[in-house]
């Protein structure tokens, strides 16, 4: 079973820093990895995806990096704002039903 | 990508009785997901549902406490049987994976038991 893990669940810094957010998971066959922003009381969206071949994916000031042979996935975020403030999950889907294992989540607090 | 939309977006109910949620999509889609997310925790996977065949649980999850139907590629229900004070959580249904690998989800319902 594909068990997901992101460090650290807590993260506060003060605006313009640069975040680091790690996911591992144990299984290394996976179809893709998927970063989402979770705001308080709402759904999901998606920030990036990187498919298993790729190793890395960019999206403004948002990178993921995917080390597939190690289970790892880091998203950077580049000179973070208060409205970056939210939980981040990392999910991994399975290669044969795409079902996704979630991460128990980061969660962002920028200072202003 | 794919808009979905969730209805109800939140609901009180009372311990014993049932609630149905639905899901819609705006495009056709073969794979759709029901997860649930407790209070505090991250989402668990309650089961998949394809259209023409029996929806899939997950381990610790029943078809009696959690019935779904996929009647069509754009819609499917997912009820919350015999609720109790448990089952408050937020339900969210997915579709994926669409043409560009990506997984969307719906706004989620969120539902508390007293």
């Known amino acids: 079973k594909q068990e997901v893990t992101q460090i650290p669940a807590a993260l506060s810094v003060p605006e313009g820093e640069n975040l680091v957010l790690n996911c591992s998971f144990t299984d290394s066959a996976i179809y893709n990895l998927q970063w989402f922003r979770q705001d308080p009381g709402k759904g999901l969206t998606s920030l990036l995806l990187i498919q298993s071949s790729q190793r890395e994916q960019t999206s403004g000031r948002l990178n993921a990096s995917l080390d597939k042979s190690s289970g790892r996935s880091t998203l950077y975020i580049a000179a973070s704002q208060p409205g970056d403030s939210a939980t981040y999950l990392c999910a991994v889907a399975s290669p044969n039903d795409y079902k996704l294992s979630f991460g128990a989540g980061t969660t962002v607090t920028v200072r202003a | 990508s794919a808009v979905i939309s969730q209805k109800p977006s939140r609901d009180i109910c009372q311990r014993g009785t049932s609630l149905t949620i639905q899901c819609q999509v705006d495009?056709?889609?073969?794979?759709m997901f029901w997860y649930r997310q407790q209070p505090g925790q991250s989402l668990t996977l309650i089961a998949t549902a394809n259209q023409g065949s029996e929806a899939t649980y997950e381990s610790g999850f029943v078809i009696d406490k959690f019935p779904i139907s996929r009647p069509n590629l754009t819609f499917s229900t997912l009820t919350v049987s015999n609720m109790s004070p448990e089952d408050s959580s937020i339900y969210l249904c997915s579709v994926g994976p669409t043409t560009s690998y990506e997984q969307y989800f719906g706004p989620g319902t969120r539902l508390t038991v007293t």
């Open positions: 495009s056709q889609v073969t794979m």
